[in-house]
C-alpha cells in the first residue's frame, strides 16, 4: 500500500511532507496453511523431546552398569579393610576431594553454589515470613530450596548402614529384594508428590507396573539364594526387614533431591517476569559435591560409633590394592548422571534404570574372570528380561512424556 507520509529526521526536525513512502505488507498465512506448518513443529519438538529422554534412559542404565562395578569394588575394599563402614567413608572422602579441586577450577561450579545457598536462605527466609524480601527470586516449579531438601548425600550413610547391619542376617539376596521394594515403590510417590523437578507426575497403571514388575524381576533373578536361605529355618525379626526397605526409600528420595538441587544450580532466575538462563554443567557437578559433602559427614558418624564399638580393624591395610580406592570415583560417575537426568525423566524412570543396569551389570561381572566366571541359573537371565520389562512399561506405556 503506498501512503504519503510526513517523517522525522534523526535531528527530530520534520522532513518534507512531499516523499513518498512505499511500505510493502505480507499478508498473514491462512490458518489452514499455518496448521501443517504447526504440526510439522510440533511433531519435530515432541521427537526431539523423547530422542532426549531416551537418552537419558541409556545414560542411567549405564549409570546403573557403574554402581554394579562400585559395588564390587567397595565389596572388597571393606573387606579388604576389615570394616565396611570405614571403607565407605574413604571412598565417599574421596570422591568429595575429586569433586573439591574440580569446583575449585570451576567458575560455573562455584556459581551454582552459590545460587543453591541463596536459594536456601531464601527459602528458609520465606519459611519464617512468606511476604520477606529475598535476594533470589526462586525457580520456575520449584521455588526455593529448604535446608532438608540437601541431605539427600545422608541416604548413602542410612543405606551403608542397613547393609551391614541387615545382610549378615538377612544375606544379599533379600538384602537387595527389600532396599529394591523400598525404593522402586517409593520413587512414584517422590514423582507424584513433585519432589523431584519436572513436575508432579500421575501415578497410572503402566508406572505402578514397573516397580511391581521389577521386584518381581529381582526376586526371580536371586531366587536360589533366597530358597537356599528360607530353608535354613531362620527366624528373622522385623526390623532387619524394615531397615533395608527404609534405606530404599531413602535412597529414592536422595535421587529425587538431588535433582531439584541440580535445576536450581543450573537456573539462572530473573527478576520481574524476565525469563530465566541457563547454565549447564553447574548443576551437576554442585548437586553431587553437596551430595557428597554431606554423606562423607554422616558416614564420618557411622564409622565412629563402629569404630567405637569394634575397634580399629587388626588386618591394618595390607590387603588393600590401588583399584580397591576407585569406589568413589565411580559413585561420582554414579550419582551425577543420575542427578543430571532428574528433571527429564523422573524418580520412578531413574530408579529402573539405575537397578536394570545393576542387574545387568552384576550378571556380566558374575560371567567375567573378575566374578569368578560363573554360569548364572537359569532365574537370573529370566530376572533380567523382567527388569528390562519394568523400564519399557512407564516409559512406552505414556510415550515418554509423563
Not at 562423607?296 to 595390607?318: D, E, R
Request: charged share 10%.
Amino acid at each position: 500500500m503506498n501512503y504519503a507520509s510526513s517523517t522525522i529526521s534523526a535531528a527530530g526536525r520534520a522532513a518534507p511532507s512531499n516523499i513518498v513512502t512505499t511500505t510493502t505488507t505480507t499478508a498473514a498465512p491462512a490458518p489452514e496453511q499455518l496448521a501443517p506448518r504447526q504440526r510439522t513443529a510440533d511433531a519435530s519438538s515432541a521427537k526431539r523431546d523423547r530422542n532426549i529422554k531416551i537418552a537419558c534412559i541409556a545414560a542411567t542404565f549405564a549409570a546403573g552398569l557403574v554402581s554394579a562395578v562400585q559395588s564390587r569394588v567397595n565389596g572388597s575394599f571393606g573387606a579388604a579393610l576389615g570394616n565396611s563402614f570405614l571403607a565407605a567413608f574413604i571412598n565417599f572422602a574421596s570422591a568429595l576431594v575429586i569433586l573439591g579441586v574440580i569446583m575449585a577450577f570451576s567458575p560455573k561450579g562455584r556459581a551454582g553454589l552459590g545460587r543453591v545457598v541463596a536459594s536456601i536462605k531464601a527459602g528458609e527466609a520465606r519459611h519464617r515470613n512468606r511476604f520477606a524480601e529475598v535476594a533470589h527470586p526462586g525457580v520456575a516449579g520449584i521455588g526455593h530450596l529448604r535446608w532438608f531438601q540437601i541431605i539427600g548425600g545422608a541416604a548413602g550413610a542410612l543405606f551403608v548402614t542397613a547393609q551391614g547391619t541387615s545382610v549378615p542376617v538377612l544375606g544379599v539376596a533379600l538384602f537387595v529384594v527389600a532396599v529394591t521394594a523400598g525404593q522402586t515403590v517409593s520413587s512414584l510417590f517422590v514423582d507424584r508428590l513433585g519432589i523431584a523437578p519436572g513436575g508432579k507426575r500421575r501415578i497410572t497403571l503402566a508406572r505402578a507396573a514397573g516397580p511391581l514388575v521389577t521386584i518381581a524381576a529381582v526376586v526371580v533373578s536371586q531366587w536360589p539364594n533366597i530358597s537356599a536361605w528360607l530353608h535354613q529355618g531362620h527366624g528373622v525379626e522385623a526390623i532387619y526387614i524394615v531397615l533395608p526397605i527404609v534405606a530404599g526409600i531413602f535412597v529414592a528420595a536422595q535421587h529425587g533431591a538431588n535433582g531439584r538441587v541440580e535445576t536450581t544450580a543450573t537456573v539462572i532466575p530473573r527478576p520481574n517476569g524476565v525469563p530465566a538462563r541457563h547454565e549447564y554443567g553447574a548443576g551437576v557437578l554442585t548437586a553431587t559435591f553437596i551430595n557428597f559433602a554431606v554423606g562423607a559427614l554422616a558416614l564420618l558418624v557411622v564409622a565412629g560409633v563402629s569404630l567405637a564399638i569394634s575397634g580399629w580393624p587388626t588386618g591394618g591395610a595390607g590387603g588393600v590394592q590401588w583399584w580397591m580406592l576407585t569406589g568413589g570415583a565411580l559413585g561420582v560417575l554414579f550419582i551425577g548422571t543420575s542427578a543430571g537426568v532428574m528433571h527429564r525423566i523422573g524418580t520412578l524412570l531413574v530408579i529402573l534404570s539405575l537397578v536394570a543396569g545393576q542387574t545387568v551389570g552384576g550378571l556380566l561381572l558374575d560371567l567375567s574372570a573378575w566374578g569368578g566366571a560363573i554360569t548364572p541359573p537359569a532365574t537370573t537371565y529370566i530376572g533380567v528380561a523382567l527388569v528390562l520389562a519394568a523400564i519399557a512399561l512407564p516409559a512406552l506405556r505414556t510415550n515418554l512424556t509423563d
